[in-house]
């Protein structure tokens, strides 16, 4: 499956942006989907994160709250709508896929997921 990430930009600090992450090549409800992101000089950090087949979802602390992943299985596609975003918030978000039904520890470990997309650009200001 190929990842296309997109929706990124640059807004003020409590706007939203709605980030996309299209997928081919395969069908997107076959795989678990999670949103990670990286910010300069920091460590990839997980997100949020949509089960297969189920309507669960997981998310990080830090957007606990503002941040909502939803599934477009009409499209073939994942959101990641963000709210009340804070310069913290700032960094490159990146859309992965894995394969079977992962436990919620191994959806919220980005080493774990088998396809990534290119990622998008984010960046809040204060």
């Known amino acids: 499956v190929q990842l296309q990430a997109s929706g990124g930009g640059l807004v003020q600090a409590g706007g939203s942006l709605r980030l996309s992450c299209a997928a081919s090549?395969?069908?997107?409800?076959?795989?678990?989907v999670g949103w990670f992101r990286q910010a300069p000089g920091k460590e990839r950090e997980f997100v949020a994160a949509?089960?297969?087949?189920?309507?669960?979802?997981y998310y990080a602390d830090s957007v606990k709250g503002r941040f909502t992943i939803s599934r477009d299985n009409a499209k073939n596609t994942v959101h990641l709508q963000m709210n009340s975003l804070k310069p913290g918030d700032t960094a490159i978000y990146y859309c992965?896929?894995?394969?079977?039904?992962?436990?919620?520890?191994?959806?919220?470990?980005?080493?774990?997921?088998?396809?990534w997309g290119q990622g998008t650009q984010v960046t809040v200001s204060s």
């Open positions: 992965a896929a894995k394969t079977g039904f992962p436990i919620m520890s191994t959806m919220m470990n980005g080493d774990m997921y088998d396809y």
């Open positions: 090549g395969s069908t997107f409800s076959n795989y678990a």
């Open positions: 949509s089960r297969r087949g189920s309507s669960s979802t």
